[in-house]
């Protein structure tokens, strides 16, 4: 490639291959950072680089561009709740084009992070151990104890006793220590103390021998032993600790390897439910107004309903819920992220198998500190959807979500129901002379105005979208023909408020109208169908401007 590192990519399809392979969001840029093309997750990146919210990657690009090679840098974007941190990498193409692709690591960095911390929580186990000397006659008696005693013994409750008396099933031990004419070392035996309880003793010997008659004759055994019994609880301990980390560890990657946001919880709780073996799993995610609202659930949810209104007193420093409900136990805690509550998670477990063990409790905890990163990157996620599809100005659909994602799913809808619909194609008439004698923001004002009076025209289920600078189109669902031209007249008519925005009496500002009404039995396509819109609406600017136009049915094969 003779020091050039950039690729060869002339044409267009060329570029949507490339973009479509990429498994992320991916845009390809020109030499000075703007957008061509995006594939389908690039449409967040594409809104945020639009509107000069990722300076950083006109930097990448840059130097991208004068080097000629790939140029690697992590961005990271201030939200309301925290940060987002993209991969983002630049692959200079030819032809002045570059290729931008992003990774998003907010949810590994922040998930690694948790997983430490959970790990150093078990870490802090401390080895205990108190020792005793101990020596018994042939006949398994103790002859000598260490004189602070043991198993809650004094030397003197100890001596003179059998030694077999203080084990636990002695018949189970062979040799047993005390009785034992080999060396013996660490063998670990379970001992009655004075109250009763059990204690776990690890003990090594040897044996005594004397001689008599010239004869070496066994004695007795000489030895000590190690109280284990908190070592042994400890392993138990640092065992279920294990056990609780692969669970937690098999939940975390089962909501790491899904890729759609939405999908995460779905996961979280088919993981939760089947690692837990519990009946059932409900993950909720918190409202604006501060209402549970269901996010996902798995299992036997019978006789679960009104969980939500259990979980008004979860706080956001994990403290574990536990209560009866109907024939169910049930487990809850909340989730959060920065320590807001953001969410909540509840499992169950039928009442007739006992109360919850500690176990339980804490891993549940563990799984809601996941569960509130989730959370708080599913709603970053809608966040940059909402941006990519929104007018900013006016709240209000975008061009691109208006025609590539709205109006196609609403005419596949009416091809099955067999209903009429009506798409008003909205255009200002002397919108450019608002703004040259009064100023841009009297023409926002305008803008604004309109946007009000087209919502007051539609109802709920319709949908609204600003095309771009003064144009604006509406759809109007399930409407008859008739019904549309009124609903065009009106709006019409309405327009006249428009007025106080003119520029000039003898150029005042108002609307121009085209209609074209969806009938799923006429064949027509999509395409066909704005296309009779935009021409209706553009008749009506050419003829005198302030009025509205209905296109004819395109079996006619002409306008009005």
Same mark, same amino acid.
């Given at each position: 490639m003779n020091g050039d590192a950039s690729i060869d990519i002339d044409r267009a399809d060329d570029a949507e291959v490339l973009l479509s392979g990429y498994p992320g969001a991916a845009v390809l840029v020109d030499g000075d950072g703007q957008v061509l093309r995006a594939n389908p997750k690039g449409a967040g990146l594409e809104a945020l680089i639009a509107h000069e919210a990722m300076p950083e990657v006109q930097d990448l690009v840059s130097k991208a561009r004068s080097m000629g090679s790939v140029s690697v840098g992590t961005i990271t974007l201030q939200s309301s709740k925290g940060?987002?941190?993209?991969?983002?990498?630049? #692959?200079?193409?030819?032809?002045?084009?570059?290729? #931008?692709?992003?990774?998003?690591?907010?949810?590994?960095?922040?998930?690694? $992070?948790?997983?430490?911390?959970?790990?150093?929580?078990?870490?802090?186990?401390?080895?205990?151990?108190?020792?005793? =000397?101990?020596? %018994?006659?042939?006949?398994?008696?103790?002859?000598?104890?260490?004189?602070?005693?043991?198993?809650?013994?004094?030397?003197?409750?100890?001596? /003179?006793?059998?030694?077999?008396?203080?084990?636990?099933?002695?018949?189970?031990?062979?040799?047993? @220590?005390?009785?034992?004419?080999?060396?013996?070392?660490?063998?670990?035996?379970?001992? +009655?103390?004075?109250?009763?309880?059990?204690? =776990?003793?690890?003990?090594? =010997?040897? @044996?005594?021998?004397?001689?008599?008659?010239?004869?070496?004759?066994?004695?007795?055994?000489?030895?000590?032993? +190690? /109280?284990? $019994?908190?070592?042994?609880?400890?392993?138990?301990?640092?065992?279920?600790?294990?056990? +609780?980390?692969? *669970?937690?560890?098999?939940?975390?990657?089962?909501?790491? /390897?899904?890729?759609?946001?939405?999908?995460?919880?779905?996961?979280?709780?088919?993981? &939760?439910?089947?690692?837990?073996? #519990?009946?059932? =799993?409900?993950?909720?995610?918190?409202?604006? %107004?501060?209402?549970?609202?269901?996010?996902?659930?798995?299992?036997?949810?019978?006789?679960?309903?009104?969980?939500?209104?259990?979980?008004? &007193? *979860? &706080?956001? &420093?994990?403290?574990? $819920?536990?209560?009866?409900?109907?024939?169910?136990?049930?487990?809850?805690?909340a989730t959060h992220y920065r320590h807001v509550i953001n969410g909540a998670i509840c499992i169950w477990k039928s009442a007739a198998v006992g109360a919850w063990e500690a176990d339980y409790q804490i891993l549940i905890g563990d799984v809601a500190n996941q569960l509130g990163i989730a959370n708080e990157q599913i709603s970053n996620h809608e966040r940059i959807i909402a941006l990519s599809r929104t007018d900013s100005m006016t709240g209000l659909l975008n061009r691109r979500a208006f025609f590539e994602e709205e109006l196609p799913r609403r005419v596949s809808r009416l091809k099955r129901s067999r209903q009429t619909a009506a798409l008003f194609y909205v255009d200002m008439d002397n919108f450019k002379l608002v703004n040259d004698v009064h100023g841009h923001q009297k023409g926002d004002e305008a803008i604004m105005h309109l946007r009000d009076m087209l919502m007051d025209f539609s109802r709920p289920g319709d949908v609204i979208a600003r095309l771009g600078g003064d144009e604006f189109a509406m759809w109007l669902d399930g409407i008859a023909p008739d019904v549309t031209e009124n609903r065009a007249k009106a709006l019409v008519e309405a327009s006249a408020t428009m007025k106080q925005f003119s520029g000039?009496?003898?150029?005042?500002?108002?609307?121009? #109208?085209?209609?074209?009404?969806?009938?799923?039995? $006429?064949?027509?396509?999509? /395409?066909?169908?704005?296309?009779?819109?935009?021409?209706?609406?553009y008749a009506v600017k050419k003829a005198h401007k302030g009025g509205y136009k209905l296109a004819m049915a395109p079996e006619s094969g002409g306008g009005d």
């Open positions: 940060e987002i941190v993209l991969e983002t990498t630049v #692959v200079p193409l030819k032809a002045d084009r570059l290729l #931008v692709m992003t990774r998003d690591l907010t949810m590994d960095r922040n998930l690694r $992070s948790a997983l430490v911390e959970s790990r150093q929580r078990y870490k802090d186990l401390v080895e205990v151990s108190s020792d005793f =000397c101990w020596e %018994t006659s042939p006949d398994g008696d103790f002859v000598f104890v260490s004189p602070d005693g043991a198993l809650d013994y004094s030397a003197d409750d100890l001596i /003179d006793h059998p030694a077999a008396d203080f084990i636990v099933n002695a018949d189970d031990y062979s040799p047993l @220590p005390f009785f034992s004419k080999r060396p013996l070392e660490d063998v670990e035996m379970w001992f +009655r103390r004075k109250d009763g309880e059990t204690a =776990c003793m690890m003990l090594s =010997c040897v @044996p005594l021998f004397t001689e008599a008659d010239g004869e070496r004759q066994w004695s007795g055994s000489r030895g000590v032993c +190690r /109280d284990v $019994s908190m070592d042994r609880d400890n392993e138990a301990a640092l065992a279920r600790a294990r056990h +609780r980390e692969q *669970l937690l560890n098999y939940i975390v990657s089962m909501i790491r /390897d899904e890729l759609e946001p939405e999908n995460m919880l779905s996961a979280a709780a088919t993981a &939760t439910t089947r690692a837990l073996e #519990v009946a059932g =799993c409900r993950i909720f995610r918190q409202t604006e %107004t501060g209402k549970f609202g269901v996010a996902a659930e798995y299992g036997n949810a019978q006789g679960i309903e009104g969980l939500e209104n259990q979980l008004e &007193t *979860l &706080t956001p &420093t994990g403290e574990v $819920s536990a209560f009866r409900l109907g024939n169910w136990e049930v487990l809850a805690v000039s009496d003898e150029h005042p500002l108002g609307i121009s #109208v085209g209609v074209a009404v969806y009938d799923p039995d $006429s064949g027509e396509t999509f /395409d066909e169908m704005l296309a009779r819109a935009d021409k209706a609406m």
